[in-house]
């Protein structure tokens, strides 16, 4: 997800609307319930990049949420990844010397997926 304009929220009404909606929350995180005064952070629902298609305003307070930073985080990272794919990794197997003898000796066959290391 490309960055969106930050210069909405460097103003005087985005700092009211943050005031506003750090108030309505009663100054707690919305997600775990952590009191944090005005050190949190208003996250928009609807993430910024999408606001104009759904039809909202950056500054419109039904669309935000009152977060700690840990909830926030958490949120932004887990819109930023979805759609993507896990891959599967194969796994690194070491070089250690006497590792094939080791592993034939416990009987440990050398493509197991049992053993990672």
Not at 1 to 14: H, N
């Amino acid at each position: 997800m490309a960055r969106t304009d930050t210069r909405p929220l460097k103003t005087d009404r985005w700092a009211a609307v943050r005031a506003f909606v750090a108030h309505r929350a009663g100054l707690r995180c919305e997600h775990c319930f952590t009191f944090l005064g005005l050190t949190g952070q208003a996250d928009h629902v609807v993430p910024r990049a999408h606001c104009e298609n759904a039809g909202i305003g950056v500054y419109d307070p039904s669309n935000l949420q009152y977060l700690c930073t840990s909830c926030h985080s958490a949120k932004t990272n887990r819109e930023r990844w979805a759609g993507h794919e896990k891959r599967d990794r194969k796994p690194k197997r070491s070089r250690v010397k006497g590792r094939d003898d080791f592993l034939n000796a416990a009987g440990i066959p050398e493509n197991s997926k049992e053993h990672t290391c």
